[in-house]
Nanobody, 112 residues
Framework: QVQLVESGGGLVQAGGSLRLSCAASRSIFSINTIRWYRQAQGKQREFVAAITSGGSTNYADSVKGRFTISRDNAKNTVFLQMNSLKFEDTGVYYC??????WGQGTQVTVSS
């Protein structure tokens, strides 16, 4: 079991950057994969990025080259660096562990 808390969202102009954090209530060393998802208003939740305990990463095509996921096991935190933000990146961003555990989300709004 793990509790996840996202932070770092906000309002940013198109082309800007934000860094999201996902803080876990326990050591993430043993959590194989932590994922970021997002949900735009009126749309289904979609996969954004994932990172394994070994540091392997995977990204949705829509964010490749713009977003970078990383993890700091010592701080029990996973980060999502988002650069060159677009209007269509707007949504609530969630982190996920063990497929079953979700944070409360953090709102990202990109103004065009």
């Amino acid at each position: 079991q793990v509790q996840l808390v996202e932070s770092g969202g906000g309002l940013v102009q198109a082309g800007g950057s934000l860094r999201l954090s996902c803080a876990a209530s326990r050591s993430i060393f043993s959590i194989n994969t932590i994922r970021w998802y997002r949900q735009a208003q009126g749309k289904q939740r979609e996969f954004v990025a994932a990172i394994t305990s070994g540091g392997s990463t995977n990204y949705a095509d829509s964010v490749k080259g713009r977003f970078t996921i990383s993890r700091d096991n010592a701080k029990n935190t996973v980060f999502l660096q988002m650069n060159s933000l677009k209007f269509e990146d707007t949504g609530v961003y969630y982190c996920n562990a063990f497929n079953d555990y979700w944070g409360q989300g953090t709102q990202v709004t990109v103004s065009s």
